[in-house]
């Protein structure tokens, strides 16, 4: 059975700040994505990553994989308010089944 | 652009109630999936579908059911709710992987479901 797990669970950062949220899955997978969910939205697709070494970015967001380690990372460059969410990431399982983790929930203060 | 819609947004119940909540997309997904999202546990899958009449269990399909007659709708049912089921409920669909889908899931806006 596939587990995924995010840490941290929540996160407080200060405009400017970088930091990263991670992403360990336990059985081998060839695709992960990224979701952000804003307070009492649906969820939105930020990245799909689909082979070991992939790196994407948008804006201030940077999601890489290795698929190795069994690892993802979505790194935050310069914080901002707008990044302010709840972020999940989630693996294929089983040829269509996708596992999310717990979550980190974001803020970003001034 | 992709629709999933939900029927409803807020739902209240009474312990012991049958409960149906419906999905319904616009784009011709083979996929479709019914999550549950609580506080703390992240989306956790109950049940989903690849084709009409088909379907598998998630990791949490206890006291659930679904149904797929069409292609575009997938409703998933509450036999007998209880208060655990309390939940935002999230309805997704995607195409097969091996027509080149599986990019990403379109979700819907949720279902709120409150069990009194």
């Known amino acids: 059975e596939l587990k995924v797990e995010q840490n941290p669970l929540f996160l407080s950062m200060q405009e400017g700040k970088n930091y990263t949220i991670y992403c360990n899955y336990s059985t081998t997978s060839d695709r992960l994505y990224w979701y952000r969910q804003d307070p009492g939205k649906s969820l939105e697709s930020l990245f799909v990553l689909l082979s070991n070494g992939a790196v994407k970015q948008e804006g201030r967001l940077m999601a890489s994989l290795d698929t190795k380690a069994r690892l993802s990372t979505l790194h935050i460059t310069a914080a901002v308010h707008d990044l302010s969410a709840t972020y999940f990431c989630a693996v294929i399982y089983n040829t269509d089944k996708l596992i999310f983790g717990t979550g980190t929930r974001l803020q970003v203060f001034p | 652009d992709v629709k999933v819609t939900q029927s409803s947004r807020y739902l209240v119940k009474r312990t012991g109630e049958k409960v149906f909540l419906e999905c319904v997309q616009d784009?011709?997904?083979?996929?479709m999936f019914w999550y549950r999202q609580d506080p703390g546990l992240g989306l956790r899958l109950i049940y989903f579908s690849y084709d009409v009449k088909m379907k598998e269990k998630g990791d949490i399909p206890e006291g659930y059911s679904v149904s797929r007659e069409k292609k575009e709708r997938f409703s998933l049912i509450l036999e007998s709710a209880s208060t655990n089921q309390t939940s935002m409920y999230l309805c997704?669909?995607?195409?097969?992987?091996?027509?080149?889908?599986?990019?990403?899931?379109?979700f819907g806006s949720g279902t709120q479901l409150s069990v009194l």
């Open positions: 997704a669909s995607s195409p097969l992987r091996r027509t080149g889908g599986g990019e990403k899931l379109f």
């Open positions: 784009m011709d997904h083979e996929n």
